[in-house]
T-cell receptor
Framework: KAGVTQTPRYLIKTRGQQVTLSCSPISGHRSVSWYQQTPGQGLQFLFEYFSETQRNKGNFPGRFSGRQFSNSRSEMNVSTLELGDSALYLC???????????????FGPGTRLTVL | AQSVTQLGSHVSVSEGALVLLRCNYSSSVPPYLFWYVQYPNQGLQLLLKYTSAATLVKGINGFEAEFKKSETSFHLTKPSAHMSDAAEYFCAGGSQGNLIFGKGTKLSVKP
């Protein structure tokens, strides 16, 4: 079974631009979560989608948004990019929603975003 | 506030030596605990998980962790380090809503 795939793997943008990252979960997984990883803040939860609905959201500004499609693929969008948005963005999928307690998350390789 | 704390951002051991990576969680973190490993330029791979069953959890690659509620700890151990264990390790606590990660511990293995 194929793992979680994320595209693109690397991205360079300039301040003020917007960016869209894509995540394809493991086949059959309906929950997709997004995390931001930076050297200073570590791994921080952005949001989780389950059955095309945002179930949970972390403490990030409204510039960060996402969506999930009927095939469970997910995209996240960051508008008006800032230098501090430079990070590794990780997507994780699981069979069921995080909202229902324990479930194992499988991570993709991430998208490395650099904002100049 | 919920938190997961990893003691030591860098740990260095000799090949063949015991690996001990420490993780403490706040009592408000539900007892779903995980250890993940991250190799350079890769995502996170699950090493092991605790889900209220046995307190001693065995994972992949010879790693294990013991859940100690009285100490709110979930330390990761491996009896004998291998060069291939060099990576960054993350402890995480599961909650209804999201995974809370520790800051990570970089493990170096000296020949």
């Amino acid at each position: 079974k194929a793992g979680v795939t994320q595209t693109p793997r690397y991205l360079i943008k300039t301040r003020g631009q917007q960016v869209t990252l894509s995540c394809s979960p493991i086949s059959g997984h309906r929950s997709v979560s997004w995390y931001q990883q930076t050297p200073g803040q570590g791994l921080q939860f952005l949001f989780e989608y389950f059955s095309e609905t945002q179930r949970n959201k972390g403490n990030f500004p409204g510039r960060f948004s996402g969506r999930q499609f009927s095939n469970s693929r997910s995209e996240m969008n960051v508008s008006t990019l800032e230098l501090g948005d430079s990070a590794l963005y990780l997507c994780a999928s699981s069979l069921i929603s995080l909202h229902f307690g324990y479930n194992e998350q499988f991570f993709g390789p991430g998208t490395r975003l650099t904002v100049l | 506030a919920q938190s997961v704390t990893q003691l030591g951002s860098h740990v260095s051991v000799s090949e063949g030596a015991l690996v001990l990576l420490r993780c403490n969680y706040s009592s408000s973190v539900p007892p779903y605990l995980f250890w993940y490993v991250q190799y350079p330029n890769q995502g996170l791979q699950l090493l092991l998980k605790y889900t209220s069953a046995a307190t001693l959890v065995k994972g992949i690659n010879g790693f294990e962790a013991e859940f100690k509620k009285s100490e709110t700890s979930f330390h990761l151990t491996k009896p004998s380090a291998h060069m291939s264990d060099a990576a960054e390790y993350f402890c995480a606590g599961g909650s209804q809503g999201n995974l809370i990660f520790g800051k990570g511990t970089k493990l170096s293995v000296k020949p």
